[in-house]
């Protein structure tokens, strides 16, 4: 597609309950890059993908939290058992190639609701 | 850790020239310079980047001392669209960290 689409654009769920959320990057772009936007905060980098394996899960912030890319195009992201604080703005990007710093394409986001 | 430093907050009248300054007075000889910026409720952009020399786009330009420990992005005539949050962001280009960084940003508010 023209641009990085995620889905849903914004999810409320229960605590406790597992949520999967979807990216479909650009076409042709082999790096992809989850990022999290906390309320008022700075964008916090959870994982990135070339291809799909993902060489960085430093940014993970729990053994809740995991990722997966399938046929070098779409991800998902799940997160389990959530909590309140996992609420935030959950960011997709791509890249043409990895290391293309000035290349980065994000999406809208999902908004993530935990109540 | 992030490795700039941004002013967090600065307004700008509209139609003037918006100058947004940015420390990083530890960067490494093979770091450039970027900047995105985040508009309410999108996702951030891209908007210029660079190793030492000045440079220009449609969007923006960028001034780099001569010492590279600091920059300045200049929207020339700023406009209420241009309201954003804006980041600075050093990064090899490549060998090193292949995630950019973002740090706090300057929330930038063009006002009528």
């Known amino acids: 597609g023209a641009g990085v689409s995620q889905s849903p654009s914004n999810k409320v769920t229960e605590k406790g309950k597992d949520v999967e959320l979807r990216c479909d990057p650009i076409s042709g772009h082999t790096a992809l890059y989850w990022y999290r936007q906390s309320l008022g905060q700075g964008l916090e980098f959870l994982i990135y993908f070339q291809g799909n394996s993902a060489p960085d899960k430093s940014g993970l912030p729990s053994d809740r939290f995991s990722a997966e890319r399938t046929g070098g195009s779409v991800s998902t992201l799940t997160i389990q058992r959530t909590q309140q604080e996992d609420s935030a703005v959950y960011l997709c990007?791509?890249?043409?190639?990895?290391?293309?710093?000035?290349?980065?394409?994000f999406g809208s986001g999902t908004r993530l609701t935990v109540v | 850790d992030a490795k700039t430093t941004q002013p967090p907050s600065m307004d700008c009248a509209e139609g003037r020239a918006a100058n947004l300054p940015c420390n990083h007075s530890?960067?490494?000889?093979?770091?450039?310079v970027y900047w995105y910026r985040q508009i309410h409720s999108q996702g951030p952009q891209y908007i210029i980047h660079g190793l030492k020399n000045n440079e220009t786009n449609e969007m923006a330009s960028l001034i780099i001392t001569e010492d590279r420990k600091s920059s300045t992005l200049i929207l020339p005539h700023a406009t209420l669209r241009d309201t954003a949050v804006y980041y600075c962001i050093v990064r090899a280009a490549q060998g090193g960290s292949e995630k950019l960084v973002f740090g706090k940003g300057t929330k930038l508010t063009v006002n009528p």
């Open positions: 990007a791509s890249s043409l190639r990895m290391g293309d710093a000035y290349g980065y394409t």
């Open positions: 530890t960067i490494s000889g093979n770091e450039y």
